[in-house]
Nanobody, 123 residues
């Protein structure tokens, strides 16, 4: 069972990036998938989550209106479109599969974690 996040990079403030999360080893079509991030010296924090069918999405207040989470269960992929990036968005971003199918923000709700992808936003 493996989750792999990719698509990070260096971008100027105001720019956009699209992160992808690929699942392998099993299907996660019945699990909610979330994105978290961890900036240097800070705790890992919730960013966004999407329910197993994609009908429910939730965002941290800090990214609401700028980030969009989506999924393609046929491809076992989840995406995070990040627009209007700010230097404060600089962090390593992780995708994770929840134990259940409903969207959740608490880290304890997540069972599988992928390797992160680094996002750096320059001012």
């Amino acid at each position: 069972v493996q989750l792999q996040a990719f698509g990070g990079g260096l971008v100027q403030a105001g720019g956009s990036l699209r992160l992808s999360c690929a699942a392998s080893g099993r299907t996660f079509s019945n699990n909610a998938i979330g994105w978290f991030r961890q900036a240097p010296g800070k705790e890992r924090e919730f960013v966004a989550v999407i329910s197993w069918r994609g009908g429910s999405t939730y965002y941290a207040d800090s990214v609401k209106g700028r980030f969009t989470i989506s999924r393609d269960n046929a491809k076992n992929m989840v995406y995070l479109q990040m627009d209007g990036l700010e230097p404060e968005d600089t962090a390593v971003y992780y995708c994770a599969a929840a134990r259940g199918s409903h969207a959740a923000a608490a880290r304890s709700s997540y069972q599988y974690w992928g390797q992160g992808t680094e996002v750096t936003v320059s001012s």
